[in-house]
């Protein structure tokens, strides 16, 4: 089993910054792959970006590209996503996952945390 918690949302302006972690514990070994989700309301679940534990493989959605940061320290078992230049559409609720590959496809993941809600205000 693979358990993720995530933490780090909360309320910011326009062109403001957060960094949202995730804490992984159990057996993970057997996914190679982490990634961000995330969830507007009304809308379904996008891929936002994604990171292979054992290499520096990173892949990004295109809206996030150049602001959004994925990263680990596997030290900490922790996975990180440094948002910078926050916009009103970035309003969602953020999940990790873990998975198999390296995409930005829900159906490639099978773990999942509860989520945290990251809210952009113009």
């Known amino acids: 089993q693979v358990q993720l918690v995530e933490s780090g949302g909360g309320s910011v302006q326009a062109g403001g910054s957060l960094r949202l972690s995730c804490a992984t514990s159990?057996?993970?070994?057997?996914?190679?792959?982490m990634g961000w989700f995330r969830q507007a309301p009304g809308k379904g679940r996008e891929g936002v970006a994604g990171i292979g534990t054992r290499s520096t493989s990173t892949y990004y959605t295109d809206s996030v590209k150049g602001r959004f940061t994925i990263s680990q320290d596997s030290a900490k078992r922790t996975l990180y996503l440094q948002m910078n230049s926050l916009k009103p559409e970035d309003t969602a609720m953020y999940y990790c996952?873990?998975?198999?590959?390296?995409?930005?496809?829900?159906?490639?993941?099978?773990?999942w945390g509860q989520g945290t809600l990251v809210t952009v205000s113009a």
């Open positions: 159990g057996y993970t070994s057997s996914r190679n792959y």
């Open positions: 996952a873990a998975g198999r590959r390296l995409s930005l496809s829900e159906s490639d993941f099978d773990y």
